[in-house]
């Protein structure tokens, strides 16, 4: 059963690069999509963006200048950087799978438990 | 961008009720659209996918439909393990969305 833990600084100061990796443990991640989505808090989902294990990356266009995604496949991880961090970047980030099932629709189907960053001095 | 806007934010119901959530897209995303459950200090859990596809382990008193840019997700004879918040979430831009919250309380 594949699993997702996320990792990385719990803290980042304002003006940094908030630097998180996704491990896939219990499958490959080869032949999948995979995401990054975060929650502020008391707030709702947002979508960050999304890899595929090839390296096609697709972002958030109101993030795109300011994040990075990569997949290292040898290491079965994928990773966000997210640069020049301000107090609004504080959230629960979340890394997911994305599937694609015949016909409509991607779907994420297995996600990370979320690590907790905050962005103060 | 593609925007999902979802009614109601918030919606109080009692066990055994019937509810029904709904998504608007904000042009035709044909049947990309997934429903998300969320607990508090919990990740998302996927329910349906492509609209109306019931994802494998949920219970049939989740449902979801599609008319044009509507979407609708209906929860069928509520059980308290039902009360939480829910996502619409669209994926047919290459720039995914998702939609505000709905969080379904007990009346």
């Known amino acids: 059963q594949v699993q997702l833990q996320e990792s990385g600084p719990g803290l980042v100061k304002p003006s940094e690069t908030l630097s998180l990796t996704c491990t896939v443990s219990?499958?490959?991640?080869?032949?999948?999509?995979w995401g990054w989505i975060r929650q502020p808090p008391g707030k709702g989902l947002e979508w960050i963006g999304y890899?595929?294990?090839?390296?096609?990356?697709y972002y958030s266009s109101s993030l795109k200048s300011r994040i990075t995604i990569s997949v290292d496949s040898s290491k079965n991880q994928f990773s966000l950087r997210l640069s020049s961090v301000t107090a609004a970047d504080t959230a629960t980030y979340y890394c997911?799978?994305?599937?694609?099932?015949?016909?409509?629709?991607?779907?994420?189907?297995?996600w990370g438990k979320g690590t907790t960053v905050t962005v103060s001095s | 961008d593609i925007q999902m806007t979802q009614s109601p934010s918030s919606l109080s119901a009692s066990v055994g009720d019937t509810v029904t959530i709904t998504c608007r897209a904000s042009?035709?995303?044909?049947?990309?659209l997934g429903w998300y459950q969320q607990k508090p200090g919990k990740a998302p859990k996927v329910l349906i996918f492509?609209?109306?596809t019931l994802q494998s382990g949920v219970p049939s008193r989740f449902s979801g439909s599609r008319s044009g840019t509507d979407f609708t997700l209906t929860i069928s004879s509520l059980q308290p393990e039902d009360f939480a918040t829910y996502y619409c979430?669209?994926?047919?831009?290459?720039?995914?969305?998702f939609g505000q919250g709905t969080k379904l309380e007990i009346k």
């Open positions: 890899i595929h294990y090839l390296g096609n990356k």
């Open positions: 042009q035709n995303i044909d049947n990309y």
């Open positions: 979430h669209q994926t047919y831009s290459t720039v995914y969305t």
């Open positions: 492509s609209a109306s």
């Open positions: 997911a799978r994305v599937r694609a099932p015949p016909g409509d629709g991607y779907y994420m189907d297995v």
């Open positions: 219990g499958g490959s991640i080869g032949s999948y999509y």
